[in-house]
């Protein structure tokens, strides 16, 4: 029963009057800071509005959306990028119906943020310039929201039907998405429906994302044995985690990124030889940058897993060790499962930060969003658009940083057995 | 009794020489792996005919500095220009640190009054700011609004602060006199001037992180239980004093580990100074990896020298908390 539905005190109820002198106008000076505050708000909202619906040139943003979006891929393999669009609806809405039916806010949030990657494929065709009959192109974004919500609601019913065997899968499907992704945008072969597209032709949104992802599924594992590492009981382990997690929780990314893109390949070897296989190995530059974004986050990582390994009460081990259980047993049976689900918050924060840091790729000359936002404002009939094209870029990371940040926020935790 | 003492755990079920075994392992394994990249690294610039070492610091360094706090001129040594990077930095991360600090108090204390506007315009701000990438923001900042202010003719005059295009001109002790800036024709006369590019990065980091540090110190106000408060309105002391004696001191214990991380943060993102065009440590680090190659001891120095700062600050930040810290019986 909810007892703070019941109404307060005649006296007490809020009439308008009555919330303005309580929130604005205690006293002569909150009077005085309020209508200061006004003013302040005022000079800055009438200018900002006035110029973003006058003055400014949006058309920078509306004919470079495809740029944006997926830089310099190819229009004929757009189509791959969207499967993966999909193939993500399909597993959340499976993930949906199983762990988090009930929680609406979660799935209005997941929504909203598919609502705008299905309205990108509409914009995408808005260029009349470009009528290349890419697959991706052509359908409305209309119909895409329409596949989008099909596949949702498809893997809502399978999640609702499913027998408890088949939901094992879910974990292993998520563990799968990425490589798939990654198949899928790469490609395999040279020629064919999945032909290679080099790394150098990913960028805008695409490339952020893609280095996103790596850099977390990279840096989780990493930052978990690193984790482990400095809480071992051998004393080099321990020393060694402890220097590797301190130096790179010291220096900037910048310098890590600089050492991947400038360092990291002198450290390969110049030919490698297996029998009568030889070949010169080479780390492309998305794969450098990767490399470094996670071995920065993965000491990052490291910190957070360690707060959540440090909460868990010594009898916890104690009960594994009477059991019987070997070291490995305990910890990815015991310990991990319960100090992953209490930093989760603190993960996805992390995970946030991390997609907020991959816009230094840019400095290190990849074309992500912010740096396709610079080539963007090359184009000699987009001189002077900084503006636009910055706080276009800026609102694309605040609304995906906004959204991770408001689900975590709101994320319960299917509870573990000792718990329920 | 001497029965027992004679069984002794053979040595392939002794726990202890599994950890001397797996030590030697894993020292075996990270010496191999460190001789193996090192060989490759050493052989590739080799290669490339890349020698190791330091002796290219003394030699003239021949491109210019537009900021410089340092004597630095385009004949000055690679080591100078290096020099003026450093202290560029330090001015950046130091005078950066107090701003923001100052500003972050302002956000945080705004974020907790009752005022309705003012509350609801900090965390506005906040939200803003904690959810854009700083690179993003600072690009923005300087090529879209520092970039656009007036011309200097035009100098907006903020109390005796002038701004435009060209720079900020700010009231400075001079001879031992306050000088108050003014516009002569072009440029600005007396004062202390900061080039748009300092001005940038200057008020950029301090900008983005004032909203963290105001989270900071929000969530560290608001630790703190109301029957504090209460407690010492009920002592009959006032407003201000409660807060001075009763919930700052409480506050800062909560305060001061995250706060930590901002001071080191901000430090470390000065290095982004290179997307605003300022000649900070790693933007000069760079310019000198390009002119020189001398990647890999470059990027050690820099690597160093950040890590020495980090490691300096948090041990004075430790021993601050230690202070501040709950003394219990």
């Known amino acids: 029963m909810n007892t703070s539905a019941a109404l ?196 805008g949104l695409l490339l952020t994302l893609l280095i996103t992802a790596v850099g977390i599924v990279a840096s989780f594992p990493l930052g978990v044995l690193l984790a482990l590492g400095r809480r071992s009981k051998l004393p080099v382990v321990k020393a060694f985690c402890i220097g590797y997690i301190e130096l790179i929780r010291g220096v900037p990314l910048i310098t890590i990124l600089f050492m991947a893109q400038l360092i990291l ?51 916890q081990f104690e009960a594994a060790d009477a059991l019987g259980l070997t070291a490995t047993q305990k910890m990815t049976l015991i310990v991990l499962p319960q100090a992953l689900r209490m930093v989760v918050p603190i993960l996805v924060g992390q995970f946030i930060g991390l997609f907020k840091d991959t816009s230094l790729v840019t400095i290190v000359s990849l074309l992500d969003l912010l740096g396709i936002g610079n080539t963007v404002l090359a184009q000699p009939k987009f001189i002077g658009t900084q503006r636009e094209v910055y706080l276009f870029v800026a609102a694309i990371y605040w609304i995906f940083s906004y959204v991770m940040g408001a689900i975590s926020r709101r994320l319960e935790l299917p509870q573990s057995a000792s718990r329920r | 009794m001497s029965d027992t003492k004679k069984t002794r755990i053979p040595i392939w079920r002794d726990e202890r020489a599994y950890a001397v075994l797996a030590q030697v392992a894993f020292v075996v394994v990270v010496i191999a792996a460190g001789v193996f990249l090192f060989g490759n690294l050493l052989s590739a610039l080799r290669r490339q005919n890349i020698p190791i070492g330091f002796d290219f610091l003394p030699t003239r360094a021949g491109f210019d500095i537009s900021d410089s706090f340092l004597e630095y001129t385009a004949s000055s040594n690679y080591l100078q220009a290096f020099q003026v990077g450093l202290v560029n930095t330090l001015v950046v991360a130091s005078v950066g640190i107090v701003l923001a600090s100052v500003f972050g108090l302002i956000t945080g204390l705004a974020g907790l009054t009752h005022n309705f506007i003012i509350s609801r315009l900090a965390r506005v701000y906040t939200e803003i700011m904690r959810n854009v990438p700083l690179l993003v923001f600072l690009v923005f900042w300087y090529r879209g609004i520092v970039f656009n202010l007036p011309k200097i003719s035009e100098a907006l005059s903020i109390g005796p602060i002038l701004v435009s295009n060209r720079g900020v001109a700010i009231p400075w002790l001079l001879e031992g006199a306050l000088s108050l800036p003014v516009v002569r024709g072009r440029i600005f006369d007396g004062g202390f001037v900061l080039s748009p590019e300092l ?76 997307a605003v065009g300022y000649p900070d440590l790693w933007s000069i680090s760079t310019v000198i990896i390009n002119q020189t190659g001398r990647a890999v001891e470059m990027i050690a120095v820099v690597m160093g020298i950040y890590l020495t700062t980090s490691l300096l600050t948090s041990l004075f930040m430790n021993w601050y908390n230690n202070k501040v810290r709950l003394i219990e019986r």
Do not use: H
Request: overall charge positive; glycine content about 8%; charged content about 10%.
């Open chain 2, 199 to 274: 001005f940038a990065i200057l008020s950029g980091l301090v900008i983005y992180t004032a909203a963290f540090i105001g989270e900071v110190i929000r969530a560290g106000v608001q630790a703190i239980p109301r029957g504090q408060f209460e407690a010492a309105r009920a002592l009959g002391f006032t407003g201000m004093q409660s807060i001075r004696l009763i919930v700052l001191p409480q506050a800062l214990r909560v305060i001061i580990p995250p706060l930590t991380s901002q001071y080191l943060n901000l430090t470390k993102n000065s290095s982004l100074a290179a």
């Open chain 1, 265 to 315: 390949p002198l450290f390969l070897p110049d030919r490698v030889t297996f029998g009568p296989i030889s070949f010169r190995p080479e780390i492309d530059r998305v794969i450098r940058a990767m490399a470094g974004v996670s071995l920065f986050s993965a000491a990052y990582m490291a910190e957070n897993v360690r707060g959540g390994l440090q909460n868990i009460p010594r009898g």
């Open chain 1, 8 to 203: 307060p005190p005649l006296t007490e109820r809020i009439s308008i009057l009555r919330w303005l002198r309580q929130n604005l106008f205690r006293s002569v000076a909150d009077g005085a800071v309020t209508v200061l505050g006004i003013v302040l708000l005022l000079s800055l909202v009438i200018p900002i509005v006035t110029w973003a619906l006058t003055e400014a040139r949006w058309q920078v943003v509306i004919e470079n959306i495809r740029l944006f979006a997926i830089g310099q891929y190819p229009i004929e393999y757009v189509w791959r990028v969207w499967v993966c669009v999909l193939l993500l609806a399909l597993i959340c809405g499976v993930s949906w119906g199983l762990w988090l039916f009930r929680q609406r806010a979660v799935g209005a949030a997941i929504l909203t943020a598919f609502l705008l990657l299905g309205l990108l494929p509409g914009a995408l065709s808005i260029p009349a310039t470009e009528k290349v009959a890419g697959f991706g192109l052509m359908l409305p974004s209309l119909a895409w929201l329409v596949a989008m919500s099909t596949l949702g609601a498809l893997g809502y019913a399978i999640a609702a039907r499913a027998p408890a065997r088949a939901r094992k899968l879910v974990g292993p499907a998520w563990i799968l998405y990425l490589p798939v992704c990654f198949v899928l945008v790469a490609g395999l072969g040279p020629d064919g429906l999945l032909a290679t597209v080099g790394s150098n032709l990913w960028g």
